[in-house]
T-cell receptor, first 113, second 113 residues
Framework: DAGITQSPRHKVTETGTPVTLRCHQT?????MYWYRQDPGHGLRLIHY???????DKGEVSDGYSVSRSKTEDFLLTLESATSSQTSVYFC????????????FGPGTRLLVL | QKEVEQDPGPLSVPEGAIVSLNCTYS??????FMWYRQYSRKGPELLMY????GNKEDGRFTAQVDKSSKYISLFIRDSQPSDSATYLC?????????????FGQGTILTVHP
C-alpha cells in the first residue's frame, strides 16, 4: 500500500462520540486525501491537503474536520459521530508531479451505533 | 444526476473472456481518466492512467477515452479469475484541482474458471 498506514483499522463507536482517524505516510508526498466508500456511491472525497496546514473541503465534508501538522500525518475527525458516518474510510496520497496518480491506504472500517 | 456514471453490475464472465467496463461523465473539464482495481476489503490500486482522449494499452488491459462522447472504457483481454474485483473509474480536471478525483460507483467483476 505504497507506504501508507491507517489507524485504527476497525472501530465501533456510539452516536455523539468524537472519533479521530489517522493516516500516516512514509513517501514524503505533498498531497493527502480522505475518502469515504459506501455501497452505490463509489468513493467520495471528504477533505484534502495540499501541504502542511493547507487543507480544503471535498464533496462530503459536513460533520468532518481535518488537520495536518506534519507532512506524514493527516488526521480526520468526526466531532460527534452519527450513524450516517458508518462507512469505510480511505486515505490516499499523491505527489506534486502527478497529483491524479493517487495511492490508497488499506482503509478504516467505522461503525457508529 | 451524478457527474460520473458507472454500471455497478455485477458482471460475471468465464475465464478467457474479453471484459468491457464503461463510464460516462457530464463534466467537460475532466482531463485525466483513471481506472482503479479494488479487491475485497482492500484499498483501491491504480490500474490505468490516461490523459485526454485516446487509447492506452498495458498488457491485457486497454483504456480508451472518448472526450467528444464523454465516455471511457476499460477492456480486459483473456480475463483470469485473479481479475475478479471491483473496478472503479475516476476522473480529474487537472490544473488547480489538486488531484481531486471524482469516482464512479464501481463495477463488480467475477471471472469464473
Amino acid at each position: 500500500d505504497a507506504g501508507i498506514t491507517q489507524s485504527p483499522r476497525h472501530k465501533v463507536t456510539e452516536t455523539g462520540t468524537p472519533v479521530t482517524l489517522r493516516c500516516h505516510q512514509t513517501e514524503n508526498h505533498r498531497y493527502m486525501y480522505w475518502y469515504r466508500q459506501d455501497p452505490g456511491h463509489g468513493l467520495r472525497l471528504i477533505h484534502y491537503s495540499y501541504g502542511v496546514k493547507d487543507t480544503d473541503k471535498g464533496e462530503v465534508s459536513d460533520g468532518y474536520s481535518v488537520s495536518r501538522s506534519k507532512t506524514e500525518d493527516f488526521l480526520l475527525t468526526l466531532e460527534s459521530a452519527t450513524s450516517s458516518q458508518t462507512s469505510v474510510y480511505f486515505c490516499a496520497i499523491s505527489d506534486r508531479v502527478s497529483q491524479e496518480t493517487q495511492y490508497f491506504g488499506p482503509g478504516t472500517r467505522l461503525l457508529v451505533l | 444526476q451524478k457527474e460520473v456514471e458507472q454500471d455497478p453490475g455485477p458482471l460475471s464472465v468465464p475465464e478467457g473472456a474479453i471484459v468491457s467496463l464503461n463510464c460516462t461523465y457530464s463534466n467537460s473539464a475532466f482531463q485525466y481518466f483513471m481506472w482503479y482495481r479494488q479487491y475485497s476489503r482492500k484499498g483501491p490500486e491504480l490500474l490505468m492512467y490516461t490523459y485526454s482522449s485516446g487509447n492506452k494499452e498495458d498488457g491485457r488491459f486497454t483504456a480508451q477515452v472518448d472526450k467528444s462522447s464523454k465516455y471511457i472504457s476499460l477492456f480486459i483481454r483473456d480475463s483470469q479469475p485473479s481479475d475478479s474485483a471491483t473496478y472503479l473509474c475516476a476522473m480529474s480536471g487537472g490544473g488547480t484541482s489538486y488531484g481531486k478525483l471524482t469516482f464512479g460507483q464501481g463495477t463488480i467483476l467475477t471471472v469464473h474458471p
